[in-house]
């Protein structure tokens, strides 16, 4: 009996040899692909407000979707890590003719997608040829930045041709200044041809890119998986083995998940909680620079509000600055213009909409309405970077509008029933917001508030033609210095006309832990999370 247990233990010691050689072997093998050394897998939990809409990255708008795909999919240009300068992305070099309407990327080579087909110039043509072949209900970004789709007059792109395999051409119609920024927004991601030929209805739920990440599980309205992807093109990238996006909507409760331990990241922090965060060694907080607008639009087709007095009267009903001491706590400037002031071309001069209940009064009677009418006013359901809890917000305007005779009752849907009932123009009144995708002016003015994108990124259903006119030619401008007078003047339109009432400018808030290391959030609110690591 003692002789078997003998045989037994030397039996055990040896296959524990075996297993730390090989343990040992395989370490070495990861070190050389660039891969942690560890054996501990490193998982990132990162907590948002709300779920994603989809995973298509072209076929959304919204700020968590975008979270997650800017980490599955890569674009063929860059921004910088902390701004929205041009850098190398997909495309290593790109060249651009004199007369600004030819522009050559030169590609990465070696680069696979995550079923492990090739990327190369063919599979950046089917890319922007099944963007252009799309409408607005669809692709909403793509009409947005590009003038419209193919067989549209104001379509910018005139063609998208493969030169070899690492060459792509692109040549416009018209000059289009923001061109190289706007190939480097989130929604712009190069897709895989073979995915999204092969089902393009489930593609936004079996995302397929060539990014750090590739797409693993997606559990609705609570979690979504991404693990890193082993044949990624950049050395050492990612350091993370897996990250997982938790949906927890109370921002309240986000913050005692990240206390708890349960999550390492948060984003969507109350002001209120900056010293709590702050005052714990055990975290850290981060500021996402300011490029934003938290806004009240009014859908300009629906009456009363396709009264320009009605609108002028509601930005004179709202008390802003109220609102931005009571929920912002000093993270927020208060909003008059569409554009914040770190955007080139902010009109200063304009004076802006002051609280005043009695021209609020005055103006309501002018346009028939002196006792006031009853009318929805909508409320974001989930936390957003430019307003961190749209129901009081919206029990704010409420109250505010209760005093100038104007009955608002508060309604809300699921986040992306809300985006969508909205888009329709479903609403009379509905709180929303906008993070700037490249740092150009033409990506709030042109995308949120031209005639081109309603039905798209136009909720409000606004059209002005002498807008219009000043926004396209502003496009073209290859002067900055002519730019910024365009859009000084478009600002001054959109003032008179008031299809918004502009809210706050806000600093959003994100807390961490400790040894979080490399993470840097990023001005368009679409964070890469290839760098981050723990300590």
Known sequence: MRKKKLLSFMFLMILAVFTIVACSSDESDGDKKGESSSSENKTLVFGRGGDSVSLDPATVTDGESFKVTQNLFETLLNFGEEDTTIQPGLAKEWETSEDGLTYTFTLEEGIKFHDGTDFNAEAVVKNFERWANGSEEKFYYYGSMFGGYAGDEGHVIESVTADGDNKVVFKLKRPQAPFLKNIAMSPFGIASPTAFEKDEKAFGDNPVGTGPFKFVEWKRNATITIEKYEDYWIDGMPKLDKVVFKAVPDNAGRLNELLSGTIDLADGVNPSDRSTIEGDSALQL??????????????????????????????????????????????????????????????????????????????????????????????????????????????????????????????????????????????????????????????????????????????????????????????????????????????????????????????????????????????????????????
């Open 286 to 535: 981060y500021e996402r620079p300011s490029m934003n607008v938290g806004y009240l639009g009014l859908t300009t087709t629906r009456p009363p509000f396709d009264n320009v007095k009605v609108r002028q009267a509601m930005n004179y009903a709202i008390d802003k600055q109220a609102i931005v001491d009571a929920f912002f706590e000093g993270g927020a400037e208060v909003a008059k213009n569409p554009i914040p002031s770190s955007i080139s071309g902010y009109n200063d001069d304009i004076a802006g909409y002051e609280y005043n209940p009695e021209k609020a009064k005055e103006l309501l009677a002018e346009a028939g309405f002196a006792d006031g009418f009853e009318m929805e006013l909508w409320a974001m359901p989930v936390p957003r970077p430019y307003m961190p809890d749209g129901a009081k917000v919206a029990e704010a305007i409420k109250n505010n509008l209760e005093k100038v005779g104007i009955n608002a009752k508060i309604v809300s849907y699921e986040w992306a029933t809300y985006l969508e009932k909205a888009r329709l123009g479903e609403a009379d009144a509905f709180l929303l917001g906008w993070t700037g995708d490249n740092g150009d002016a033409d990506n709030f003015l042109y995308v949120l508030l031209d005639q081109d994108n309603i039905g798209s990124n136009n909720y409000t259903y606004y059209s002005s033609d002498p807008l219009h006119e000043i926004l396209i030619e502003a496009q073209s401008e290859v002067d900055e210095n002519k730019r910024i007078e365009l859009y000084k003047q478009a600002q001054e339109i959109i003032f008179e006309d008031a299809p918004w009432v502009p809210l706050a400018h806000s600093t959003p808030l994100l807390a961490g832990k400790a040894e979080l290391t490399g993470f840097t959030p990023h001005p368009t609110g679409s964070d890469k999370l290839g760098n981050v690591d723990f300590k």
